[in-house]
Every structure is written in C-alpha cells, then in structure tokens.
C-alpha cells in the first residue's frame, strides 16, 4: 500500500487479532486462526505482544489432526484472569492459568 504506514499497521493488528483478545472478561485466543494452518506440524508462534492484563505470546504446535497444544506465557499482572482458547473448529477452554499452561485441544 505504498508509504502508507496506517496500513501496515492494521495488517498487524489483524495478525495479533488472530492470536491474541484481551476483553473485560480475561484474554481470548486463538479465535481467528484459519483452519488451513492446522495442519499436523504446523507450528505457530505471536508475541510478545501487550494487553491490558500485561504482555503474552502465544505458540500453537499441531500434534495431529485432533490435537492442537496451545501454550502462552507472558507478564499477566492479574494471576486470577479467565482464558479463553477458542480454535474454531475445536472444543473451547476456559482456564484461570494466566502466565503459562499447556491445553490440547480436540477437534
């Protein structure tokens, strides 16, 4: 889009919008990822990236095509913060673990 860095900007809020929600109710991820990258191998990483709960990254690792590991780390100031991991396609997690965990998902 030529010099225009406003778009290069909101390309990477769209990208971090894949991964990474921090809404009233906690943090939400995963929930814009394409299906098409799930695929058995496929290894997907963001972040560090802030929030409003303090900074994150996340990491997807495809076990197989029913199994996703979705792991994050991150400074999040609140310890008790819900975590919603929401893979389309996938059954939704929720977990009080706000600085690191491990969740498989199934699809």
């Known amino acids: 889009d030529g010099h225009h860095s406003w778009a290069a900007a909101e390309w990477c809020q769209m990208m971090r919008s894949l991964f ?6 906690g943090l939400h991820l995963c929930t ?5 990258w ?3 191998g496929n290894e997907l990483f ?4 802030e929030t409003i709960y ?8 495809v076990l197989s095509y029913e199994s996703v590991e979705v792991s994050w780390k991150g400074s999040v100031t ?9 893979i389309p396609g996938a059954v939704s ?3 009080n673990s706000g ?9």
């Open 20 to 25: 990474v929600s921090a809404e009233a109710d």
């Open 78 to 86: 609140d310890k008790e913060i819900q975590t919603f991991v929401k």
């Open 93 to 95: 997690v929720v977990t």
């Open 46 to 49: 963001f972040g560090p990236t």
């Open 54 to 61: 303090g900074d994150i990254s996340v990491r997807l690792n």
């Open 99 to 107: 600085n690191s965990c491990h969740v498989v998902l199934r699809r």
């Open 38 to 40: 799930l695929e058995t």
């Open 32 to 36: 814009g990822i394409p299906t098409q």
